[in-house]
């Protein structure tokens, strides 16, 4: 017989974290809305037009904790610009957890991102996505830089991702930026895709049509440094695993990385390596 003992736990332990939590655990209704369209009004002036540093983690599903402790860190570090999730701050697509990732990310002194991953578009996800942070693709420029964050879920949206012509219009006008950098959740290189669908050969065709200065993706296990088609690639690996995030220079186009935890940094270089298969020791 099916219990609802785990999730009205889970609810309890869900108000004594946050307070005044709204929803239920099978609902879509959030008590914030649209925080990428107030996150893009928080930006500050650059301090450079060609050289931004700003903070990318993944995958933090399951480690709401652990995710408060790093928001605590991230706010110690200084000349950062903003952060960017790139997906999965859910596990279930739950109201509840997305509630108290958001609540968390709600603490840093600096605006914060956050793309759909693929464990956000299930159960009620999608719609709890919309409502909490507003389209599933959405775009900033921030200085020298457009930023072009989208939905890479093929399997999770039946082929309807990523939108092809939106990525193409956005990347055709970088609104007077120099280069584009592309944050979703699945690795453009090898995305969960549907048979037929060959979105990475897609992807592969923007990155040899379009000035695009990174990629930064989640989904995978792994932390790693590489690149495809001589664009730096930066897999951020599953946040929840290693409580680890990234600090990302971009300076006139290049990019340099250090691998973070509550302990410090490691830095790493991503400058046009022409390896893709290393990852840090």
């Not at 719609?127 to 989208?150: I, M, T």
């Not at 790493?268 to 840090?280: C, K």
């Amino acid at each position: 017989m099916f219990s609802l003992a785990p999730w009205l736990a889970a609810f309890a332990t869900g108000l004594s974290l946050t307070g005044c939590m709204t929803p239920t655990p099978f609902g879509s209704d959030v008590d914030q809305h649209e925080l990428n369209t107030t996150a893009s009004q928080r930006l500050k002036t650059p301090r450079s037009a060609d050289s931004i540093r700003f903070v990318a983690l993944g995958d933090s599903h399951d480690a709401y904790d652990e995710l408060w402790e790093a928001v605590a860190v991230i706010n110690r570090i200084a000349d950062l610009d903003f952060v960017v999730h790139a997906g999965d701050i859910s596990d279930y697509g739950l109201a509840q957890e997305y509630q108290w990732s958001a609540r968390a990310l709600s603490g840093l002194r600096v605006p914060a991102f956050v793309v759909i991953g693929n464990h956000d578009a299930i159960s009620n996800g999608k719609a709890v996505y919309r409502d909490l942070y507003g389209p599933f693709d959405f775009s900033f420029r921030y200085g020298a830089y457009k930023f072009v964050c989208f939905n890479s879920n093929s399997l999770e949206f039946d082929g309807g991702a990523p939108d092809r012509a939106w990525l193409e219009t956005q990347l055709a006008d970088l609104q007077g930026a120099e280069w584009a950098v592309l944050v979703t959740h699945q690795n453009p290189e090898a995305p969960d895709e549907l048979a037929g669908s060959e979105d990475s050969a897609f992807y592969e065709r923007l990155l040899l049509t379009y000035p695009i200065a990174l990629i930064v993706h989640g989904h995978l296990d792994d932390f790693e440094l590489g690149e495809w088609h001589q664009v730096p690639n930066l897999q951020l690996g599953t946040f929840r695993k290693t409580h680890e995030f990234s600090i990302v220079s971009l300076s006139s186009g290049q990019v340099s990385e250090e691998l973070c935890d509550a302990n410090g940094c490691l830095s790493q270089s991503l400058e046009r390596e022409t390896s893709t298969d290393e990852t840090p020791p």
